[in-house]
């Protein structure tokens, strides 16, 4: 069964601090993979998807995600975080298709002035 | 446009009580998927529907889940017997044909 790996369960940031959050998962075949955040009182919100192409993805709000199939791994980077970063960030999986997600535990960011 | 609905927002039942929880998803969406979190973890799936099939239901954790979706648009989660591992938000979430899930706001349940 596939799984998600999030290394990070808080980190905490000043605001202009660059970001990286890891994300590793165990599927070897052909994947699709999403970063979601959950703000406080809020659904989950895509920030970014990656189904094929161009392995460095752009989100919403100045995100990014690097696809390295080699790692198996979907980091998400942020060059600078704002307080109103400050959220639950997590990672999912799927298989190609219409299959269910598979969430990582989520890395909970909190961004000080 | 409306996104995923879901009712109640909170909903308190004491151990043994039935629950039903409703997701209303986005107009015109084939999928259903309903995911449960608990505190302090990611959405664990429960079950998927397309349509008015229920593909898959191997995350359901016991037979006291239930879940259905009769005229392919609402579904309900159906909850008998709660108890207080039961407790957790309730996630629904709807996508078109082509993926890209989108989810509701969730409902909490808390088995007393």
């Known amino acids: 069964a596939q799984s998600v790996s999030q290394h990070n369960h808080h980190v905490i940031l000043s605001e202009a601090a660059s970001l990286e959050l890891g994300c590793n998962y165990s599927?070897?075949?052909?994947?699709?993979l999403f970063w979601y955040v959950q703000y406080p009182g809020q659904h989950l919100q895509l920030l970014l998807k990656y189904f094929s192409g161009d392995p460095l993805v752009k989100g919403i709000k100045g995100f990014e995600a690097e696809f390295i199939k080699s790692k198996f791994s979907f980091n998400l980077r942020k060059p600078s975080v704002q307080w109103s970063d400050t959220a639950e960030y997590f990672c999912?999986?799927?298989?190609?298709?219409?299959?269910?997600?598979?969430f990582g535990k989520g890395t909970r960011l909190s961004v000080i002035a | 446009g409306a996104g995923v609905s879901q009712s109640p927002r909170y909903k308190v039942a004491k151990r043994g009580q039935d629950v039903a929880l409703r997701c209303d998803p986005i107009s015109g969406h084939v999928s259903l998927f309903w995911y449960q979190q608990a505190l302090g973890q990611g959405p664990e799936f429960l079950t998927y529907f397309q349509n008015e099939a229920q593909l898959d239901k191997s995350g359901l954790p016991s037979d006291r889940f239930f879940a259905e979706r009769p005229e392919g648009s609402v579904s309900t989660l159906k909850i008998q017997r709660t108890q207080q591992e039961d407790s957790a938000v309730y996630l629904c979430a709807s996508s078109p044909v082509t993926p890209g899930l989108h989810f509701g706001n969730g409902t909490r349940l808390t088995v007393t």
């Open positions: 999912a999986v799927r298989e190609s298709g219409n299959t269910p997600l598979v």
């Open positions: 599927y070897g075949g052909t994947v699709n």
